[in-house]
């Protein structure tokens, strides 16, 4: 048959196997000769001491070169300048002082002969009204006696009081002082009246109420009953 005719006989070939085993062998060695090698660590006597290695710093960074045909920019110079402010200046004045009173010399029409002095006067001075004192108001009259002190009276005792008043311009009493008193009940009964009781006709001057002072003296005296 044209089949068995180009069919050839099949044989085994021994070099190619040996080839083959021989490769494969040889990339096995090449793994286990390459593997590595870990070997046991003895163990060490006491604690294991740890530090800390350091870091070399890094290295600064370049500085920027500038390009050969870049010329730097220059940056001016800021200048500020603040306004001055407007400050006044007190200077010391000298003002001439002026009597009002000085008359430059006149002369007379000889030669060499003495000046005349004229002297301005000046104005006149008014003189004031005279002061009219304040005086008791007859309406008011029956109040001017202060009450007896008990004290005084148990003790069968008289008294005198002599006061500086302050009359105002309504005629009430608005301050009154202490000149001689017989005792301080005298003198207390005496105040208390006056600031509370006592009514004048006020002091004038030119027909102008104006406060005045005014001395009184008032007696203490028993009366037999």
């Known amino acids: 048959m044209y089949a068995d005719r180009y069919a050839r006989p099949t044989r085994f070939i021994p070099t190619g196997l040996t080839a083959a085993v021989a490769i494969n062998a040889a990339l096995v060695a090449a793994l286990i000769f390459a593997a590595p090698h870990v ?11 740890t530090y800390t290695v350091p870091s070399d710093p890094p290295p600064p960074p370049p500085t920027p ?48 002969a003495d000046p005349v002095v004229r002297v301005d006067p000046g104005p006149v001075a008014t003189p004031l009204p005279p002061l009219v004192a304040p005086s008791i108001d007859p309406r008011y009259a029956d109040a001017l006696q202060p009450p007896y002190p008990a004290a005084e009276r148990r003790a069968n005792r008289e008294g005198r009081v002599t006061v500086h008043a302050l009359i105002g311009v309504d005629g009430r009493v608005k301050q009154i002082e202490r000149v001689d008193a017989t005792s301080d009940a005298f003198w207390k009964a005496t105040e208390a009246q006056a600031l509370s009781r006592w009514r004048f006709r006020p002091g004038t001057r030119g027909d102008v109420p104006v406060e005045a002072w005014r001395t009184m003296t008032l007696r203490f005296v028993l009366e037999d009953d």
């Open 65 to 112: 070169q500038p390009e050969p045909h870049e010329k730097s920019a220059r940056v001016p110079d800021e200048v500020i300048v603040a306004p001055r402010p407007d400050v006044p200046v007190i200077r010391d004045t000298i003002v001439p002082t002026v009597d009002p009173t000085f008359a430059p010399p006149t002369y007379g029409d000889r030669i060499g």
């Open 39 to 49: 070997l046991p660590t003895p163990p060490a006597d006491g604690p294991l001491d």
